[in-house]
Nanobody
Framework: VQLQASGGGLVQAGGSLRLSCAAS????????MGWFRQAPGKEREGVLC?????????YYTNSVKGRFTISRDNAKNMVYLQMNNLRPEDTAVYYC????????????????????????WGQGTQVTVSS
């Protein structure tokens, strides 16, 4: 399993970034995909999850509602995190992960974030938002 996040960088408050995650080595369209973040000195937190079909997404962090969206392209084995109106408190290393609740034909996202649902992680990408 390989997950490679990219697209991070330095942006001013109010700006936008689009993170990408390239997946390989597993049946991408069976698994839910999540974006997580970890700020210095803080625990890793869930941001958003999207189910295996891309039909449903679940927010794990209320502060990003209305600003962040998750999407996926199963034909390209890619998942994206569009981040708008960025705030300094969004500064963190962002990770993508594969997993979710397995079903007969695909995986879904829990209503609450449980790290153990996501056994496969990629390297993170740094997002820094300046004020």
């Amino acid at each position: 399993v390989q997950l490679q996040a990219s697209g991070g960088g330095l942006v001013q408050a109010g700006g936008s970034l689009r993170l990408s995650c390239a997946a390989s080595g597993f049946t991408f369209d069976y698994f839910a995909m999540g974006w997580f973040r970890q700020a210095p000195g803080k625990e890793r937190e869930g941001v958003l999850c999207i189910d295996s079909e891309g039909g449903s997404s679940t927010y794990y962090t209320n502060s990003v509602k209305g600003r962040f969206t998750i999407s996926r392209d199963n034909a390209k084995n890619m998942v994206y995190l569009q981040m708008n109106n960025l705030r300094p408190e969004d500064t963190a290393v962002y990770y993508c992960a594969a997993g979710g609740l397995p079903g007969q034909y695909g995986s879904s996202c829990r209503m609450e974030m449980i790290l153990d649902d996501f056994p496969s992680w990629g390297q993170g990408t740094q997002v820094t938002v300046s004020s």
